[in-house]
């Protein structure tokens, strides 16, 4: 007798698995935000177009969950969801971010248009490597977070020579085997780095509602989050080499 498994078909209901593809449709749903997010660049509606990269990061921080909850990789194997929440967040991540940083006015204008494509296909080659996380779940390099640069330029209103040497040395970067904290995944000092991640949402939504016209106060903080999220690990790394 054959005591190979049923197929998933007989194996599970309608409903569980319309459930499950409803996750893949909520992923997706974070491309058409990208483009509402640059349509609002285009415009030179530089607060709208955070708000809605703040809408994808939602929706890119609980998909994952939701789909473990759901148990979609089993239920739709013949959808990946790996592959989609890479396409989403190219967009959002990276391609919007690099139109609104090129397209601002904050870099160089000779250097603004070779930066955005060093911007995108460094990114594009970042998302392809294999070796993206280290084994502690760090990132291993730069991890193509445009949409933080593009965040942190339009908060500190620096000149264009200090933006574009900033641009240019994060997409060297990309490239260089440091590790930068996964806020979500790595464990170590967790619960640290996810109360700052929750007062680091705060003050970036107190920075949108205000156009961001904010004070010290608000931008050391969002400042030193993320210096905390770049430099941990580094720091980590030093202080016990000096006690070795």
């Not at 789909?67 to 967040?89: E, H, I, K, M, T």
């Not at 955005?116 to 977070?145: C, E, Q, W």
Request: glycine share 6%; hydrophobic share 60%.
């Amino acid at each position: 007798m054959d005591q190979t498994s049923p197929p998933i078909s007989s194996q599970s209901p309608l409903r569980m698995r319309a459930a499950a593809f409803s996750v893949h449709i909520f992923t997706a749903l974070g491309a058409g935000v990208a483009l509402i997010a640059m349509l609002e660049a285009v415009r030179e509606h530089w607060t709208n177009m955070f708000v809605w990269l703040g809408i994808a990061l939602v929706i890119d921080a609980i998909d994952g969950p939701i789909a473990r909850r759901l148990d979609v990789v089993r239920l739709q194997p013949n959808w990946s969801g790996d592959v989609l929440d890479l396409v989403v967040d190219f967009l959002t991540y990276v391609f919007v971010p690099a139109y609104a940083i090129t397209a601002s006015g904050m870099l160089l204008p000779l250097a603004a248009p070779i930066l955005g494509i060093g911007i995108v296909v460094s990114s594009a080659l970042y998302f392809a490597d294999r070796r993206m996380k280290a084994t502690d779940n760090h990132f291993r390099g730069f991890p193509a977070l445009w949409n933080a640069v593009a965040f942190y330029l339009f908060l500190l209103h620096m000149s264009p020579i200090p933006s574009t040497l900033a641009v240019a040395a994060l997409i060297v970067l990309t490239f260089v085997p440091i590790h930068v904290l996964h806020p979500f995944r790595v464990v170590r000092l967790r619960w640290l780095t996810l109360w700052l991640l929750a007062a680091w949402a705060v003050l970036a939504i107190i920075t949108l509602v205000y156009d961001f016209n904010v004070g010290l106060p608000i931008t050391f903080g969002l400042c030193a989050i993320g210096a905390y999220v770049l430099g941990s690990n580094a720091a980590i790394r030093l202080i016990k080499s000096l006690k070795a």
